[in-house]
């Protein structure tokens, strides 16, 4: 894609260079190669504004025949000089209706832009008032969190108490039944 806009650019330099000679236009410097296709769309507009009236052109001829040539060439133009008129005026024509739709795309352009900006800032003040709430979110999740690490600690201590008097009470009853056992073999004994 890039070779093709280079190629197109070098065309464009051979056209203007072609087409400056022969519609007496003051020649311009060269175009360098780095410059945007804004730039390039601006320079052949200049171009076609100062090249679009073909009927005013030079007719000298730099020829030994020139004098000759130059009669010629008079002659048909001023046998031409009705197609030459309606050249210069769809040549003008083309010139202003480029120039106001490249203002036009300019001003698309600057809309664009501040549509560009607009939408940026509508979406960046909520997205910011959103990264705040999950923030917000996310320390009261990691505060709950802490929270039932410590109840669960504090619930395995209490679990692991109640086991332990489980255990104790468990043997307390174990004596308990034995000592039962004991009293009534010592009545049955007596008795």
């Known amino acids: 894609m890039g070779l093709e806009a280079e190629d197109k650019g070098k065309i464009a330099d051979r056209l203007r260079q072609s087409l400056t000679p022969r519609l007496s236009v003051n020649s311009s410097p060269p175009i360098p190669a780095a410059r945007s296709p804004q730039e390039f769309d601006r320079e052949d507009l200049d171009i076609l504004r100062r090249g679009s009236d073909i009927y005013h052109v030079s007719l000298d001829s730099p020829h030994k025949l020139g ?9 048909w133009r001023k046998i031409l000089k009705p197609l030459f008129i309606r050249q210069v005026h769809y040549n003008s024509a083309n010139a202003r209706m480029l120039t106001a739709m490249q203002a036009q795309i300019d001003q698309l352009k ?82």
Not at 67 to 75: E, Q, T, W
């Open 110 to 191: 600057a809309e664009n832009q501040a549509l560009q900006a607009e939408v940026q800032g509508r979406v960046a003040r909520p997205l910011g008032q959103t990264v705040d709430r999950l923030r917000t979110y996310e320390t009261s999740i990691q505060e709950l969190h802490d929270a039932l690490k410590t109840q669960r600690a504090q619930i395995e201590e209490r679990i692991d108490d109640l086991q332990f008097t489980e255990k104790q009470q468990s043997r307390a009853i174990v004596r308990l039944h034995k000592q039962v056992k004991a009293l009534q073999a010592d009545r049955e004994s007596r008795s």
């Open 67 to 75: 004098k000759p040539l130059g009669l010629a060439r008079r002659i």
